[in-house]
């Protein structure tokens, strides 16, 4: 298996990839060799919420010369040259105007920054900081060319629904539109497909949904298009950065106390795995959509060397030599460890979520009412019950309401069955 993921990391790791573009079919349809995904287009001008589906962007060559017609940078070498989204150009230049429109990175003299434009009418070379002392010691005028076209087009996203049992979903996102960085976010698009396959296997409880679309632009068109589908998800994880050589960690979903943050934590010491706990930010990926006001899912992240956190992050250094299959692989077996753990939640759901129910109608309710206990002898069954029936909305698991009111799972259990029988819940 590592050597397979190590195969698609090579094969998936040269393709330049955006927001849209030709590059992003080419890799949805590779990844269709590992799992069946549908590939589907979303035209540029179709309004997704606040936002609106940008032309699609290519681009065929790019490539910077000195005045003899040396190539000083050639986009051929690396996709990361060229700001993505830049418009195309054909110009001679002075250092003085080239330099304007070159980036580099303060973290190595070697690493090539990743920038994007997506949303800006612009253009720009990424180089090293030794390429960029290169080109201002050359002679100019420089020659300066990119050839690239934003046109009306489409957006590319895949996804892939396992039915289970159940209609309830549970939703695992990944992001698609980085070019040639390993880590972030190749690692993340090959563990998804093969988490995919690993699970179209099995009989399984709940219905998965994978989704693999260009972060953020995506992931809002998604939730848009598919808007009751989303809606109707326990909880879901954002999957990226799973492929590098550092310690794992996982970002919690918005809730920490949710199960699926319990869940991460019992895998992590069960497998004596040391772990970094990142809470619940804004700043982040695709759980920002699908943890907003109108989806509030809890989405983690499971990560090993996480974005942001390790030092060759957005540039040419997340290469093919820190990220590899073998790494890629323990995390995959984290995941499929944690939808295992999933895919065993038993949720119940109150049948009249409006207001109480009639205790003594359906024979729960001691024959003499009004009798007030003291906070100080703990629960009594009957409170047990209410609270059951209180916190039972079809989301939280019988786990967490056991360790909420500090009562074991079995008598939860045991209490949400005679309630499953008196037809007052049923079982998700
Ligand atoms: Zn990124």
């Known amino acids: 298996m590592k050597n397979i993921i190590q195969k698609y990391l090579e094969k998936l790791f040269y393709i330049n990839r955006s927001i849209t573009g030709k590059g992003n079919r080419q890799t949805l349809k590779i990844l269709k060799e590992i799992v069946p995904l549908n590939i589907k287009e979303i035209k540029s001008g179709k309004k997704v919420y606040d936002w609106t589906i940008p032309k699609e962007w290519n681009i065929r060559d790019a490539f910077i010369k000195d005045k003899d017609g040396n190539k000083l940078i050639s986009f051929k070498e690396n996709n990361l040259h060229v700001i993505s989204y830049s418009k195309s150009i054909n110009k001679t230049m002075n250092w003085h105007s080239l330099k304007k429109n070159l980036f580099f990175s303060k973290v190595s003299k070697d690493a090539i920054p990743y920038r994007t434009t997506y949303y ?22 420089y020659k300066v060319v990119i050839s690239s076209s934003l046109i009306n087009g489409s957006l590319t996203y895949g996804d892939y629904v396992i039915k289970g ?8 996102s990944t992001y698609i539109c980085h070019p040639s960085m390993a880590n972030d976010c190749l690692s993340g698009l090959i563990l998804t497909a093969f988490l995919a396959r690993s699970l179209s296997k099995k009989r399984n409880k709940w219905t998965y949904r994978f989704v693999f679309v260009p972060e953020t632009i995506g992931a809002i068109a998604y939730c848009s298009l598919n808007k009751k589908k989303i809606q109707n998800t326990l909880a879901g994880m954002v999957i990226t950065t799973v492929g590098g ?46 943890s907003s006001q109108a989806f509030k899912l809890n989405m983690a992240t499971i990560t090993k060397d996480k974005y942001f956190e390790y030092k060759e992050y957005h540039t040419s250094l997340d290469n093919l030599n820190f990220v590899n299959g ?24 109150s049948k009249m979520p409006y207001c109480e129910h009639m205790m003594s109608k359906h024979n729960l309710y001691p024959k ?26 079809g989301m939280k698991t019988i786990d967490s309401i056991a360790a909420q009111l500090k009562v074991s799972k079995a008598t939860i259990l045991k209490l949400s069955k005679i309630l499953k029988r008196k037809k007052i819940l049923i079982e998700l």
Request: glycine content about 6%.
């Open 120 to 141: 800006n009418d612009s253009w720009g070379f990424c180089v090293s900081r030794r390429q960029y002392e290169m080109i201002e010691k050359a002679k100019g005028p």
């Open 326 to 349: 073998k790494n890629i692989y323990k995390s995959l077996n984290i995941y499929k460890a944690l939808l295992n753990q999933i895919d065993s939640w038993k949720i119940f759901q």
């Open 245 to 290: 050589p550092g310690k794992f960690g996982y970002k919690q979903s918005w809730q920490s106390e949710h199960q699926i943050n319990t869940d991460i934590e019992k895998i992590f010491k069960q497998r004596k795995v040391d772990y970094i706990k990142y809470p619940f930010s804004i700043r982040g990926s695709d759980e920002r959509q699908y």
């Open 165 to 172: 049992k159940s209609k309830k979903e549970i939703l695992i």
């Open 368 to 393: 003499t009412g009004g009798l007030y206990r003291m906070s100080n002898v703990g629960l009594t069954q009957l409170d047990i019950v209410q609270w059951i029936l209180h916190l039972s909305d």
